[in-house]
């Protein structure tokens, strides 16, 4: 067997080991298998925060039922960490199911609350959040009242949004909102094993939801596809029409012209 030259297996000096850990942490990226932990999380104690909560939403983008946020609070003083949690979509069906009985002994308090259809038709998407998450902080709220959250994504949809009055000096705000100061952070759920943990909760009970809905309208598939929306989907909704539990404000079948916009989405954005 001809000998490789050897200028071709001898890298210059120091480049393998530079270009090493480079590549892993590429392909940590883009792979999203580095599991989510506690370092960011732990960073507000040291701002006085003692009781965190992590939030995290499902749904958002399905076509029939709620919205569905998941809060799972912990203890910064003495929580640690709770291996094989990811983010929800990182995980099969049977693990989120599995994890989620860990979960609720792992922390002090959760909660997943709901938005419906009609509740989303109603009050928009991003009022039907706030409502799914206020019914989540209330649940957590029955155990302990967590003074910080940390949300996935860049947009604080949790906190109560405060209405115009005829008055300057009154203002009309949810009492039974987040009072928390609330703090957003990208893709949270892939990093933060609070917010993680909060995803998987909100996914498995939205999941037995749109499965017992299935029973009642068999015809849409909702026990495979959970509302979003597939092919067989829109085809179904194209032959049948929407029921009940679908959001009629929104773009709901496959036959609609190229400028009506996103493939799923609401009306008006």
């Known amino acids: 067997m001809t000998a490789e030259p050897q200028a071709a297996r001898r890298a210059p000096a120091g480049a393998t080991a530079a270009a090493a850990p480079a590549t892993r942490t590429a392909r940590r990226k883009t792979t999203g ?20 909560a992590g939030c995290d939403e499902v749904g958002r983008g399905a076509l029939a039922g709620p919205v569905s946020v998941g809060l799972v609070a912990v203890q910064l003083d003495s929580v640690r960490s709770l291996k094989g949690v ?4 990182l995980l099969s069906a049977a693990d989120r199911e599995a ?28 009022g039907a959040l706030r409502l799914a998450g206020t019914r989540a902080w209330t649940q957590v709220r029955g155990t302990l009242t967590p003074d910080v959250v940390l949300l996935d994504g860049n947009h604080n949809w949790l906190s109560p949004a405060v209405q115009a009055s005829l008055f300057d000096d009154v203002e009309e705000v949810d009492e039974a909102a987040c009072t928390a100061p609330v703090h957003t952070r990208i893709k949270a759920d892939m990093t933060c094993l609070s917010v993680a943990a909060a995803s998987v909760l909100a996914k498995v009970e939205r999941d037995a939801l749109m499965t017992e809905y299935a029973a009642l309208h068999p015809q849409y598939g909702w026990e495979i596809n959970k509302g979003y929306a ?36 609401p009306l008006g954005g």
Not at 86 to 89: R, T
Not at 100 to 126: F, R, T, Y
């Open 33 to 52: 298998t580095t599991a989510p932990t506690l370092r960011f999380e732990r960073t507000f104690a040291a701002l006085g925060h003692r009781v965190l």
């Open 86 to 89: 990811k983010d929800s979509k």
């Open 99 to 126: 994890m989620a009985p860990l979960i609720k002994k792992w922390c002090p308090a959760w909660g997943v609350g709901h938005a419906s259809a009609a509740e989303i038709d109603l009050l928009g998407l991003m």
């Open 230 to 265: 597939t092919e067989a989907h829109r085809a179904a909704i194209d032959l049948l029409g929407p029921s009940p539990l679908h959001r009629l404000s929104w773009r709901l079948g496959s036959a609609r012209s190229d400028d009506e916009g996103p493939a799923a989405g």
